[in-house]
């Protein structure tokens, strides 16, 4: 029987390039993040320059190892690339042009001021400052701005400059994986077709643990045991307020606010129980005098604090509504085109073991032009030009401009790295790892955040990270009967422990603290909390896959 059009056009993936076991196929698949890790980590070359290298190997052994045809590989690296430019990039440029508008306006400094006057205690500050604020940064904006941020506020309240950027990188970790308005769970959903919501609900059961310990763990670091409890009352409401508002959030609503309404909630609660309580000795640091220690005054009025505050509380309003299902409906009413992707969809097919028969991988580009998560910030910076004061159109517009030249490199690292994922997707070689990581049998579980964290270190970004070993982490889960969503939110889950530690993340630190040339000392300064918070990740995703099943949903 001759073949139809249908069979001759469509490609079928293989897992084991070459005979013998998976070990070998394995290796070569993982060429392309190796070569990412010593571009990063070694030759500490920028990071559009290690993605534009990695996808190349990746797109090379596609065709001439794995016998991808030429066409449908460059297809899925732009389709990936597409992904990355929308919504991704979208949601970067939107919310990154906010934070720059309330900078060149002057309103930030209003920000900080009302920030900085609520407490003169040091430790209290950083609680304030790096984890509350820093977790606002890090929903709104991410990809290193909320260290760049609260570092340079911590500096110039008076900190020393060592532990200024290493209390915010450690207090950067619990509200990565929410980071940017959810986009690390929106890839995560994307490179492996788990329902969002699913996977966010499961992060949302992990983090928790962590960020109810996180404000602890920066008093411990800087003032020792002893000192923490003197705090103790504000740790715990700074704690399990952020903790229960990411786990209502995160289960009940999605993963684009659980960061923004986190942060909100702990400003507002941490404020006002400072109002109301003080630690009976302020501390400050053995090498400062006490006088230095002094509480900032807040030299602007309420209105005038509100007013500074307003974009970012129009911005968590609309997300909010953005992400309600029936507003989503309506919006995608008017525009949405669903691009089913040209020399691509399902002309590659899944086979065992991957699936359990022959299964065509579509490739569907979402457009949906308003009810994006960029399209609504957007329209908060549209909206905040009206409250900002001196502001206009024509300057927003131009900010949003420099702002856009500004990210030139990370919108190309970021297409990259979505090209790279997908490549390595439906080429079938993130399947081949994933099957080679089935040799750890039962202790996967423990073993899959650890891929989440080594990607995080490896790429600087939570989003890279699920993009990369998303596919691997369902793969494995299915070959060993796991739940394919914990190991997918692991990924997340145990990827924030590793933000600390990466090579950009603590060039961004060093910047912001003045502290340029002395990355050595930061990253010995985090390495012990990252594997320490690594560790906790682990056991706590091995019991939920064998113990604790009624955490999940």
């Given amino acids: 029987m001759e073949p139809t059009v249908a069979e001759v056009l469509t490609w079928t993936?293989?897992?084991?390039?070459?005979?013998?076991?998976?070990?070998?196929?394995?290796?070569?698949?993982?060429?392309?993040?190796?070569?990412?890790?010593?571009?990063?980590?070694?030759?500490?070359?920028?990071?559009?320059?290690?993605?534009?290298?990695?996808?190349?190997?990746?797109?090379?052994?596609?065709?001439?190892?794995?016998?991808?045809?030429?066409?449908?590989?460059?297809n899925a690296t732009l389709f990936g690339t597409a992904f990355g430019l929308f919504p991704i990039v979208w949601i970067v440029i939107?919310?990154?042009?906010?934070?720059?508008?309330?900078?060149?306006?002057?309103?930030?400094?209003?920000?900080?001021?009302?920030?900085?006057?609520?407490?003169?205690?040091?430790?209290?500050?950083?609680?304030?400052?790096?984890?509350?604020?820093?977790?606002?940064?890090?929903?709104?904006?991410?990809?290193?701005?909320?260290?760049?941020?609260?570092?340079?506020?911590?500096?110039?309240?008076?900190?020393?400059?060592?532990?200024?950027?290493?209390?915010?990188?450690?207090?950067?970790?619990?509200?990565?994986?929410?980071?940017?308005?959810?986009?690390?769970?929106?890839?995560?959903?994307?490179?492996?077709?788990?329902?969002?919501?699913?996977?966010?609900?499961?992060?949302?059961?992990?983090?928790?643990?962590?960020?109810?310990?996180v404000p602890l763990w920066l008093s411990v670091t800087m003032s020792g045991f002893k000192r923490s409890m003197e705090i103790l009352p504000a740790i715990l409401v700074a704690g399990v307020s952020f903790a229960g508002t990411q786990f209502v959030m995160s289960n009940f609503h999605g993963p684009y606010l659980p960061d923004i309404a986190s942060s909100i909630v702990t400003i507002v609660a941490l404020g006002a129980f400072l109002k109301v309580w003080k630690p009976k000795h302020v501390w400050h640091f053995a090498d400062e005098p006490a006088s230095a220690c002094t509480v900032t005054k807040c030299d602007y009025s309420m209105g005038e604090v509100l007013r500074a505050w307003m974009p970012y509380i129009i911005l968590a309003f609309m997300v909010l509504l953005w992400g309600l299902e029936p507003v989503k409906k309506v919006l995608d009413s008017f525009v949405q085109f669903k691009i089913q992707w040209p020399g691509l969809h399902d002309l590659v097919i899944k086979t065992a073991p991957i699936v359990a028969k022959d299964t065509p991988y579509g490739a569907v580009f979402n457009l949906n032009l308003l009810s994006a998560g960029g399209t609504a910030i957007l329209f908060s910076g549209l909206l905040s030009v009206l409250i900002i004061p001196g502001y206009s159109l024509g300057k927003a517009f131009a900010c949003l401009g420099r702002t856009t030249y500004q990210l030139r490199y990370p919108i190309v690292t970021i297409a990259m790295i979505l090209g790279l994922a997908m490549i390595m997707n439906y080429s079938g070689m993130s399947s081949t790892l994933g099957l080679a990581f089935t040799a750890t049998g039962s202790w996967f579980p423990f073993f899959a955040p650890i891929l989440g964290w080594l990607g995080v270190f490896l790429t600087g970004s939570?989003?890279?990270?699920?993009?990369?070993?998303?596919?691997?982490?369902?793969?494995?889960?299915?070959?060993?009967?796991?739940?394919?969503?914990?190991?997918?939110?692991?990924?997340?889950?145990?990827?924030?422990?590793?933000?600390?530690?990466?090579?950009?993340?603590?060039?961004?630190?060093?910047?912001?603290?003045?502290?340029?040339?002395?990355?050595?000392?930061?990253?010995?300064?985090?390495?012990?909390?990252?594997?320490?918070?690594?560790?906790?990740?682990?056991?706590?995703?091995?019991?939920?896959?064998?113990?604790?099943?009624w955490m999940l949903p």
């Avoid at 500050?125 to 890090?138: L, T, Y």
């Avoid at 200024?164 to 970790?173: E, F, Q, R, S, V």
């Fill in 13 to 74: 993936q293989q897992y084991m390039p070459f005979g013998g076991s998976y070990l070998l196929p394995a290796l070569v698949a993982a060429v392309p993040l190796i070569i990412l890790f010593i571009m990063l980590a070694v030759m500490r070359k920028p990071g559009h320059q290690a993605a534009f290298i990695s996808t190349a190997a990746a797109i090379l052994l596609s065709i001439f190892v794995w016998g991808m045809p030429t066409k449908l590989a460059i």
């Fill in 462 to 549: 939570d989003t890279s990270s699920n993009a990369l070993f998303g596919a691997l982490q369902k793969t494995t889960a299915q070959q060993i009967g796991v739940d394919p969503a914990l190991c997918v939110a692991a990924n997340s889950s145990g990827g924030v422990t590793g933000k600390m530690i990466s090579p950009q993340s603590i060039s961004v630190a060093t910047a912001a603290s003045n502290m340029v040339g002395r990355e050595g000392d930061i990253f010995r300064f985090t390495l012990k909390h990252s594997l320490a918070m690594l560790a906790f990740v682990c056991c706590l995703t091995m019991l939920q896959a064998y113990v604790l099943h």
């Fill in 94 to 213: 939107t919310a990154i042009w906010i934070y720059n508008m309330t900078v060149e306006s002057g309103e930030f400094e209003i920000i900080k001021n009302s920030l900085a006057s609520i407490t003169e205690d040091r430790r209290l500050q950083a609680i304030f400052i790096a984890f509350a604020f820093g977790s606002f940064i890090e929903g709104t904006a991410g990809f290193g701005t909320p260290v760049a941020i609260t570092a340079a506020m911590l500096v110039g309240l008076g900190f020393n400059p060592l532990y200024a950027a290493g209390i915010c990188l450690i207090a950067n970790t619990a509200p990565v994986a929410f980071g940017a308005i959810g986009i690390p769970i929106v890839v995560a959903a994307k490179v492996t077709d788990i329902d969002m919501n699913h996977i966010s609900a499961i992060v949302g059961r992990q983090l928790p643990f962590l960020s109810v310990l």
